[in-house]
């Protein structure tokens, strides 16, 4: 990690962490049952600087560089997995600043109260109209909505009755930053974890936006002030691991209460306690041994991105595949350690006062999530091959 990069404000996040933890636990539980964070938590995170961490210094943000975000993202995923998910979910959108021109990118993620939202599909409809765009949709999953100042979603665009199409004839999704005033939230994220997320689809009807608001997706093949800097040139595919971030926290918390309660519990039907037995000594540290590799493997491909970044490089093709490797097997890895701590804790393991069931949960949830499902390992090894890959954020 280069020195360059670390200052008082980036260090310091890790210090604001331990001085907000009470305040997360406290509202944990209460996430949970309202299925969004508490604004408590919302405001002291905010206040913090945590969802503006990718917003340029030159915009007043942060402009935390790489290594480090993953550092304070893995933290937060410690102590509670929704707002180890909400923090990079805010931060994730705003690296698409850098497609605007510095004006808008700064009425946009300026304000220093502003928390961005967003997700990337299913695309809506984008009818061409004068100044911009009549738009209508659904954004479905849009983790942190019930809190966010700006939505970002995607739709295909109709100049008349027809898809605009680029000249290899496929649909070019335009990307849209809506005011959350301009979205309806239809409060229905009831899913089996991650219920802290807030994770709602948002409605779009009829919504006028300027086309300055908007932008078509695509490489960018220059960056201009204020998003020069190393962290923009590592691509929107570093917005991504951190499904596997917060399933590997998940997963080493419960891994940490089984190694305590091995001492504890004797088995029903057993004399001896569960850290006597032999096949619960192995299977809690094949356990350690998949999410201590797994997080190293990530970590030292989220290193190699920001040195080649801070060398003044673009995040090279075979970077966003070790990156999306990395991520995929990090997600893998941590479902098939709580498997292996389940495999251990017995009954303990569904009962709802303890935390075991809601890990179990939250990992089996985040399994499923397109940017680190099992699907990816096929979308990186198409590249790895030589064929064209499915997967939008392996081509930006």
Known sequence: MSKDTMNAN?????TKIKDIEPLIRQYAEEA??????SMPVVEALRDAGFFRMWTPKGLGGLEVDLPTSYRIFE????????????????????????????????????????????????????????GGYKVNGLISYVSGCDFATHVAGSALVYPGDEIQKNKTGNPVPLRIVFRAEDVEILGNWDTL??????SHDVKVSDVFVEEKYTHFL???DTLHAPYDGSLYRCGPIVATPFVAVVCLSS????LNLALDL?????????????????????????????????????????DDIWEEAVSGHRTSSELKVALQLAACHGTKSAGEALELVYGVVGATGIQRSQPFERYH??????????????????SAGKLMVGRETDWPFLKL
Do not use: C
């Not at 089996?364 to 397109?370: G, P, S, V």
């Open 10 to 14: 980036t260090t310091g996040l890790l």
């Open 32 to 37: 949970e049952q309202n299925r969004t964070l």
């Open 75 to 130: 933290t937060l995923a410690d102590i509670d997995s929704a707002v180890g998910w909400a923090v990079p979910n805010a931060n994730g959108p705003l690296l698409a600043g850098a497609y605007f021109p510095s004006d808008v990118a700064e009425e946009i993620y300026g304000d220093p109260l502003s928390i961005s939202a967003g997700s990337p599909n299913p695309p809506g409809k984008a009818i061409k109209v004068d």
């Open 193 to 198: 974890g991650m219920l802290g997320t807030g």
């Open 218 to 220: 695509g490489p960018l």
């Open 251 to 254: 997963a080493n918390n419960a």
């Open 262 to 302: 091995a001492g504890k519990k004797t088995p029903a039907f057993m004399r001896s306690t569960v850290g006597d037995r032999s096949v619960a000594q192995a299977q809690l540290a094949e356990a350690k041994a998949k999410i201590v590799a797994a997080r190293l493997y990530l970590r030292q491909v989220l």
């Open 361 to 378: 949960r939250d990992v089996r949830t985040l399994m499923q999530h397109a940017f680190t499902s099992i699907s990816r390992f096929e």
